[in-house]
């Protein structure tokens, strides 16, 4: 429970550590408690298959990404980039990934994509740019695409870049973000522009209230790139366990119907880490995950292994 | 060389047959593919329509009722439910039409078709509201549940059409409405329009100018035999109790505060420099770009300030939660506002 | 009126389980699509409200606000500057303006220097190793006077204005300055049922009209972009503009008094990428009120803060993702076409080239039009690259009306070393001022270069709008050069 404690201080220790302490962890569950959807925030065991040996392992799905168009072959960890338009997040990724990059399009789709890739640490990442949107609630194909990347290809570390400027627009996306995945690591980008513009933004304050490592950074000018590259090889590796916030107060006039699907979807797939997030999009009418959930796909983080074929390991879970 | 002004006036010659046979909706080529679509097939299904709207109303339709609401003769009108009851849809008892549960199918799905496609064009096209019925009145006909489907699907799944009716799921389920005449609810009691009828299409098009949409609040001032004097949307409106029994509303608790003579002032209407609350974006407001407005942080309670104007004169810059965003003045005026007093700094 | 009943038309999908049964998927379903009935209402409101209430109360215990707010104030008065009645259009006018010529007088010595290097070195190289080796005189024919020269030809005139413009597009655009031009013009393109950001792919569009196609994709409403990508192509593109300018100069600025004829040429060019511009509007306007009639439109545009561009990487990314991107598809194209028109020139039939029996054929056709055979046969074989026209009207004018003294041989492009001398070629092979004017006018109005049909077919993934897209100008070029010539005829007749 308290794995957030272990998470290594910064490297250079030129920044103070974003972990929150014990004590807030145990306060924001304390919080959480009063509200019924919670229970389904805590992480999930790993499957006996892939033995409680492998916390180190990748957990994003190989198979699903080959569609996406991402083949893993050489790499251990796949990361994926998300953050609203104009929060400089091609600077963040040209940083991390320095020219090696190649930029194509999605498959099927007349949108771009660049994609790279770094090593830290002992691991190979390879980091996919996804387009930039306000939202991840499939409006338009931008959306659907960052979307169906974060919750089909699972991801092992999600990076939200954030504007500092703009804080409230733009933890909309991570708070959505949130809801589909525990392993995000934000970014926290334009800290010299809101110190310019007068603003301090408290990036200890903010990682306990979202609960995920938050590391302030100036992509610009390469201040916080390593401890960002740092929190997520802890994150990839599990050595950080984040537990992330998730959207507080569903409506009154949604809790009975979100509430009695949860019940439901606990009962069909235990542990799904996103159940209410599920719930709330098929109460949203959106085909995708209905598909997804009749055809078995939404499978649970820890659920799908590179080593294995995703599919028969999900099936099991179903 | 050819002679140019037999040259010019041959190439006029040419043009004008092209245009009179190709001209979008009104050349002959649309003209008589168009006449060649109302087959009997056709026929048939607005039929089973008809039946299942008196189905529903609890009052059976007759032979009279489908020959006057399909423009044809009752000999024709008799030929054709002859062939539908050999077909197995429709039963006849008494001069009462019953639909079997074959004909209902094909009914809900002919009902499906034809309010999904009013969803599709209210939420992903620009046609406008006078549009929507005459089109899916004949997009229903070349439905397949299949295409109703994927369609349903991309729209994510509506459960009402643009003018409140509920559309029938893939497996034929659906909650009517449940919503009484506007005249018959009590007066000064708040309550929420659920429906509008669309046809006639001059009275529907009458409320529509008006402003009222599914999803208003309204409450009732005066009803008599001569008029029926209401509040929606900050605004009064009288309408003949012909017109106002078009309306369908459902009672909200009493509770519920209805916008009385307000300002009724929109993000337009603020000068550059001022600031305003948004209180509500307005229904006529639908699809793809209400979800965006959304997204983009417009919601009751969001204070929105107009910065700037572009050298055009038309769209403005405003800062919407910290990021300056452009809308059109045709946009803003879809977004209802209260304004701040105190100016920004 | 329908009353307030749940009327399960079929039987209900599923019976509701027992507490403990394990549900399928379809069950879940079902039970999503019954509630789906009681919540009604605006879900979508509903479910943004919540994020955003609590996206708020994050956001404010995280940041504190401190009371100076000074520099804020710079990036609102370049705002307030570049928007303003005033000076909003005039900046825009000078900005552009320094842009195109920071690309043409920087793209012409480059552009000299490959051509040396490519056709005046490496082509000759490439024909003594061929000779050297013994290749047989018609493979050479077709890989070094055909497939080399095109390309290279593609090269030397596309590369260098290419690297130029794009770069400096970019960094406007890194800066934030192009949000603001699409702010400052969408009125006009309102009125024409486009989006503002139309401004910015047209102009592109005048780099090339690839590049342009591709940059449509910052416009987010399906049926203004669709827009976009079909008017693209009335930008005159960097490989039109050297026809318009060689044509202008040796035949309208002639016409002139030689002390502002260099005046009248440009300003003759200048009007034919205004024409350009304008019939976009009109095309726009005529396509959102037919054809596109039906499409969803929405409008949304951030105007995001100013901030300072980082030049060695915009430099870097836009060398490699639009630069040499369309470089490659040009050559890929360009290649065969090179091919095509050697052969063309060089396979005979009963002693005859099939160039002389295309032209022959298309002739009277093209005289309708102000055009000759030659221009129309040009511009058939020459469609993977409009930088290849006038080189092959050239040849193709001198093969076949047998005028000596000039040009490389059968199927050999070139181009001559002064102007006076291509008139010369050109009047020789029976051009006059019409068809100059004609050809100006043609080469504005007609089908898109391959490269860009293909980049519009990838970016449409429709064959319905890539025909269009190549019919609509071409049928407008018809129009417009039959009309032209026509009541020219038609006046100086009387005249």
Redesign the interface.
């Known amino acids: 429970m308290n794995t957030l404690n272990e998470k290594t201080a910064n490297g250079n220790g030129g920044q103070p550590p974003m972990a929150p302490a014990g004590f807030d962890q145990q306060m924001i569950q304390l919080l959480e408690e009063d509200d019924g959807d919670q229970k389904f925030t805590i992480n999930i065991e790993p499957l006996p298959a892939v033995s409680a040996a492998c916390t180190t392992c990748a957990v994003h799905n190989a198979a699903n990404l080959r569609s996406l168009g991402v083949d893993m072959a050489e790499w251990d960890f796949v990361v994926a980039l998300a953050g609203n338009p104009n929060v400089g997040k091609s600077t963040v990724f040209n940083t991390i990934t320095g020219l090696k990059q190649h930029t194509g399009n999605w498959p099927g789709k007349t949108v771009s994509r660049a994609e790279g890739g770094f090593e830290f640490g002992e691991s190979r990442y390879k980091l996919v740019d996804l387009p930039g949107t306000y939202s991840l609630l499939a409006t338009s194909m931008d959306e659907e695409i960052a979307r169906d990347f974060i919750l089909f290809g699972q991801p092992d570390v999600t990076i939200v870049v954030v504007d500092a400027t703009r804080l409230e627009r733009n933890l909309n996306l991570v708070l959505q973000v949130l809801e589909i995945t525990d392993r995000v690591v934000v970014c926290l980008n334009l800290m010299d522009e809101a110190r310019r513009h007068g603003l301090q933004v408290d990036a200890r304050r903010l990682a306990l209230d979202l609960g995920v490592p938050v590391i302030p950074t100036e992509a610009r000018h390469k201040r916080g790139i390593t401890e960002l590259l740092q929190a997520v090889d802890e994150v990839a590796t599990g050595t950080y366990e984040p537990k992330p916030h998730r959207i507080q107060g569903t409506p009154p006039v949604l809790k009975n119907a979100v509430n009695q699907l949860m019940a439901q979807l606990e009962k069909l797939a235990p542990g799904l880490p996103n159940a209410r997030w599920v719930a709330l999009r098929l109460l949203d009418g959106d085909q995708t995950i209905a598909d997804a959930l009749s055809e078995g796909r939404l499978g649970t983080l820890a659920s799908a292994n590179t080593s294995q074929p995703a599919g028969s390991l999900v099936a099991a879970q179903l | 060389?050819?002679d140019?002004?037999i040259?010019?006036l041959v190439?006029g010659l040419l043009a004008g047959i092209t245009a009179l046979l190709f001209w979008?909706e009104r050349g002959l080529v649309i003209r008589w593919r168009r006449s060649r679509q109302i087959s009997e097939r056709v026929l048939a299904e607005d039929a089973l329509k008809h039946i299942h709207e008196h189905e529903?109303?609890g009052q059976p339709a007759t032979l009279e009722s489908v020959a006057g609401t399909l423009h044809i003769s009752r000999d024709q009108a008799a030929q054709l439910l002859e062939r539908a009851e050999e077909n197995g849809l429709v039963s006849m008892d008494a001069g009462m039409l019953h639909l079997t549960p074959d004909g209902?199918?094909a009914a809900?799905h002919i009902i499906r078709a034809h309010r999904l496609w009013e969803r599709y064009?209210a939420?992903?096209?620009?046609?406008d509201e006078a549009q929507w019925h005459g089109q899916a009145d004949r997009i229903e006909h070349s439905l397949q549940p299949a295409d109703a489907d994927a369609l349903?699907?991309?729209?994510?799944?509506?459960?009402?059409d643009p003018h409140g009716d509920?559309i029938?799921?893939a497996?034929?389920?659906?909650?009517?409405?449940?919503?009484?005449?506007l005249t018959a609810i009590a007066l000064d009691h708040p309550a929420q329009i659920v429906h509008i009828e669309d046809e006639p299409e001059t009275i529907y098009a009458q409320l529509v100018a008006l402003g009222l949409y599914p999803?208003m609040t309204v409450r009732l001032i005066e009803a008599t035999p001569k008029r029926v004097r209401f509040w929606a949307n900050g605004d009064e409106h009288v309408l003949a109790p012909i017109l106002a029994t078009n309306i369908?509303v459902?009672p909200l608790p009493q509770t519920v505060a209805v916008a009385v003579e307000d300002d009724s002032e929109t993000l337009a209407d603020l000068k550059l420099g001022e600031r305003g609350e948004v209180k509500a974006?307005l229904p006529r407001c639908r699809?793809?770009?209400?979800?965006?407005f959304?997204?983009?942080?417009i919601?009751?309670?969001?204070v929105i300030a107009a910065e700037?104007?572009?050298?055009?004169?038309?769209?403005t810059?405003y800062r919407i939660?910290?990021?300056?965003?452009?809308?059109?003045s045709e946009?803003a005026r879809m977004i209802q506002i209260t304004r701040h007093t105190e100016t920004a700094a | 009126m329908t009353t307030a009943t749940s009327i399960p038309l079929k039987s209900p999908p599923q019976t509701r389980h027992g507490d403990d049964a394990t549900p399928t998927p379809e069950d879940v379903l079902a039970l999503a699509r019954t509630l789906r009935w009681e919540i009604g209402g605006d879900f979508h409101q509903t479910l943004m409200e919540t994020i955003y209430t609590d996206a708020a109360r994050i956001a404010d215990r995280a940041v504190t606000r401190s009371g100076e707010k000074q520099r804020f104030d710079l990036d609102r008065t370049i705002d307030h500057l570049v928007t303003s009645r005033r000076w909003g259009i005039p900046i825009m006018i000078l900005m552009f303006t320094l842009v195109f010529w920071i690309t043409i007088t920087g793209a012409n010595i480059p552009s000299q220097m490959l051509s040396d290097l490519l056709i005046g070195k490496i082509y000759p190289l490439l024909n003594s190793i061929a000779a050297a080796i013994g290749m047989p005189w018609w493979l050479s024919g077709i890989l070094i006077d055909g497939m080399y020269l095109a390309t290279a030809w593609v090269v030397a005139v596309m590369l260098p204005p290419m690297a130029i413009f794009f770069p400096l597009f970019t960094l406007l655009e890194d800066f934030g300055y192009l949000p603001r031009v699409a702010f400052n013009l969408d009125n006009i393109y309102k009125k024409s049922g486009a989006h503002g950001k139309q401004s910015l792919s047209m102009m592109m569009g005048f780099g090339c009209n690839a590049a342009g196609v591709v940059s449509t994709r910052i416009i987010d409403s399906p049926r203004e972009r669709l827009i976009a990508i079909l008017t693209n192509n009335f930008a005159l593109c960097n490989g039109r503009w050297p026809t318009q300018i060689l044509l202008a100069t040796i035949f309208i600025g002639a016409l002139a008094p030689i002390y502002i004829a260099g005046l009248v040429s440009a300003l003759a060019v200048v009007g034919i990428a205004m024409l350009g511009i304008i019939i976009s509007f009109l095309m726009s306007g005529m396509l959102s009120r037919s054809v596109l009639k039906g499409e969803v439109s929405t409008f949304s545009l951030e105007l995001p803060p100013f901030r300072p561009p980082r030049v060695w990487q915009t430099i870097y990314t836009s060398l490699i993702d639009r630069t040499l991107y369309v470089l490659w598809r040009a050559v890929v194209f360009a290649a065969p076409a090179g091919a095509v028109i050697w052969l063309i020139a060089n396979v005979t039939i009963q002693g005859t080239s099939v160039a002389a029996y295309m032209v022959n054929f298309l002739n009277p056709v093209g005289i309708l039009f102000g055009l000759n055979g030659v221009i129309l046969v040009a511009y058939i074989v020459a469609i993977p690259a409009n930088e290849i026209v006038i080189p092959t009207i050239l040849m193709l004018t001198v093969l076949l009306n047998g005028i000596s003294g000039t040009g490389q041989g059968a199927g050999v492009l070139f181009q001559m070393d002064s102007a006076v001398a291509t008139k010369g070629v050109l009047v020789a092979g029976g051009w006059t001022l019409l068809t100059a004017i004609s050809v100006m006018l043609f080469s504005l109005l007609h089908n898109p270069c391959s490269t860009t049909l293909y980049t519009i077919y990838k970016e449409t993934g429709s064959k319905r709008w890539t025909t269009l897209s190549a019919l609509m100008p071409l049928a407008l070029g018809f129009a417009v050069t039959f009309v032209v010539a026509q009541v020219w005829r038609l006046l100086s007749g009387i005249g």
């Open positions: 060389m050819i140019p002004l040259a010019l190439a979008p529903m109303k209902r199918n809900l064009l939420d992903q096209t620009g046609y349903a699907a991309s729209l994510g799944n509506p459960t009402h509920p029938p799921d497996t034929g389920q659906f909650v009517a409405h449940g919503g009484q005449p999803g369908s459902v974006i699809g793809a770009e209400r979800r965006r959304m997204d983009l942080g919601l009751p309670g969001t700037m104007i572009s050298a055009g004169g038309d769209p810059a939660r910290e990021a300056l965003i452009a809308l059109r946009q």
